[in-house]
């Protein structure tokens, strides 16, 4: 199997050879890419540390060890219970075993755009046909329920969204998603829903869970984001259709065995504990709202960029109107004299879009001066100062 390397992942690379300094391990540009929330140490999570009487066993379970799934399903507000929860090493494994599961070769996946590559690149891997349903910025990144029904067919096995969504930040109603299930529904195909984001919507009440939604339902998720604990790996796979999940938990043998991390396993126990979660990723939203307010105050003002506000998230995809592809506009950013980070639109197929990220481990000040630093770029690039380069 030959992975051709995607766009996303190229930018990614590229960012890092030009803005982290490899002696002092820092970055040294103005990061507007930021999608995690505040990241926490174990301190915090747990009082004291790790205790030093942990033994490093396995949890002897294969689904995963069943108090922290019961805490998930508790604290997540999934309707159904435990025994419809798979532990997995992150949400990326939750969506490799989901994708696994359902497609053979010949099959079609429909996937929406923009999103982050994993899913395309998976549809690839399993030598399904990805068909892609594009989220429009005029229905407020949405997708128009007609064209996915328009997809449709009997080797469409799976629809797969990501809400809220990694790069708009667009997040599905109780219709709307009940729509793309009723949709799927009619097909008998599964929605893979990765709500990695979920639970942290900038108003009112977190957004409806797949897995609460249809018995075909697969939510993916983990503490990557909203905790910021991307350095653990730990994730979950929920589903009201025990024989799927039974299959996905037999194909998680032959990667991880059925053990995670015991380490991992106690601080997201600790993490999960449902009030002390909730005040963690209310604390991360407070935190950020200072990062939103002097984004969306610098859009109100631009006669050049317009965004629609995220929903939900910490990550946005704004419009420019620049007559300069978003693949240069990024590289010259990120050089002297702007050092300023963002993602071109290109990555996800839009041109004329960037992601722009003000998670709130990217100080404010951060946050200020690649704003700054854009406005100047912007000044510069229509005063003619500005020579392209790759
Ligand atoms: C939409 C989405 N899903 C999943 C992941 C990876 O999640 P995890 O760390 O839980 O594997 C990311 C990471 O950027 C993401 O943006």
């Known amino acids: 199997m030959h992975i051709?390397?995607?766009?996303?992942?190229?930018?990614?690379?590229?960012?890092?050879?030009?803005?982290?300094?490899?002696?002092?391990?820092?970055?040294?540009?103005?990061?507007?890419?930021?999608?995690?929330?505040?990241?926490?140490?174990?301190?915090?999570?747990?009082?004291?540390?790790?205790?030093?009487?942990?033994?490093?066993?396995?949890?002897?379970?294969?689904?995963?060890?069943?108090?922290?799934?019961?805490?998930?399903?508790?604290?997540?507000?999934?309707?159904?219970?435990?025994?419809?929860?798979?532990?997995?090493?992150?949400?990326?494994?939750?969506?490799?075993?989901?994708?696994?599961?359902?497609?053979?070769?010949?099959?079609?996946?429909?996937?929406?755009?923009?999103?982050?590559?994993?899913?395309?690149?998976?549809?690839e891997a399993f030598r399904a046909d990805c068909k892609l349903i594009r989220r429009e910025e005029e229905l407020d990144w949405k997708f128009d329920l007609e064209k996915l029904e328009s997809l449709m067919g009997p080797k469409v096995k799976l629809i797969y969204i990501c809400h809220p969504n990694n790069p708009t930040g667009a997040c599905l109603d109780e219709?709307?998603?009940?729509?793309?299930?009723?949709?799927?529904?009619?097909?008998?195909?599964?929605?893979?829903?990765?709500?990695?984001?979920?639970?942290?919507?900038?108003?009112?009440?977190?957004?409806p869970s797949v897995a609460n939604t249809y018995e075909r339902g697969v939510s993916t998720s983990s503490i990557s984001k909203i905790l910021g604990m991307s350095g653990t790996r730990l994730g979950w796979l929920a589903t009201p259709d025990r024989d799927f999940m039974e299959r996905c938990m037999e194909l998680k043998y032959y990667i991880t065995l059925h053990q995670l991390s015991r380490l991992d396993e106690t601080v997201a126990m600790a993490a999960m504990e449902r009030q002390k979660f909730w005040a963690m990723a209310r604390n991360s939203m407070r935190v950020a709202k200072a990062n939103y307010d002097l984004v969306t105050k610098w859009m109100e003002n631009s006669d050049v960029f317009r965004w629609v506000p995220p929903k939900g998230g910490f990550l946005s995809f704004p419009h420019y109107d620049l007559d300069i592809p978003s693949w240069d506009l990024c590289i010259a950013l990120i050089k002297e004299p702007y050092r300023t980070y963002l993602i071109p639109g290109s990555c996800y197929g839009y041109e004329n879009y960037v992601r722009l990220g003000f998670g709130p481990s990217t100080p404010t000040e951060d946050v200020r001066n690649g704003l700054e630093q854009l406005s100047a770029f912007i000044d510069d690039y229509r005063d003619g100062k500005i020579a392209l380069s790759a």
């Open 4 to 123: 051709r390397s995607q766009k996303l992942s190229d930018f990614f690379n590229i960012g890092r050879d030009l803005g982290w300094d490899v002696e002092q391990q820092k970055w040294t540009v103005n990061q507007l890419i930021g999608p995690e929330g505040l990241s926490y140490t174990v301190g915090d999570i747990i009082p004291g540390g790790i205790p030093e009487d942990l033994p490093i066993i396995k949890s002897g379970n294969r689904y995963g060890y069943p108090p922290l799934r019961e805490r998930i399903v508790e604290t997540m507000e999934y309707d159904v219970d435990a025994d419809h929860m798979l532990l997995t090493l992150g949400t990326q494994m939750s969506n490799f075993l989901a994708f696994a599961t359902l497609l053979e070769p010949g099959d079609e996946a429909i996937v929406e755009t923009p999103s982050w590559e994993q899913p395309r690149v998976l549809c």
């Open 175 to 207: 219709a709307e998603l009940r729509a793309v299930c009723d949709i799927a529904a009619k097909h008998g195909a599964y929605v893979v829903s990765d709500e990695i984001y979920r639970g942290m919507e900038w108003s009112g009440d977190p957004s």
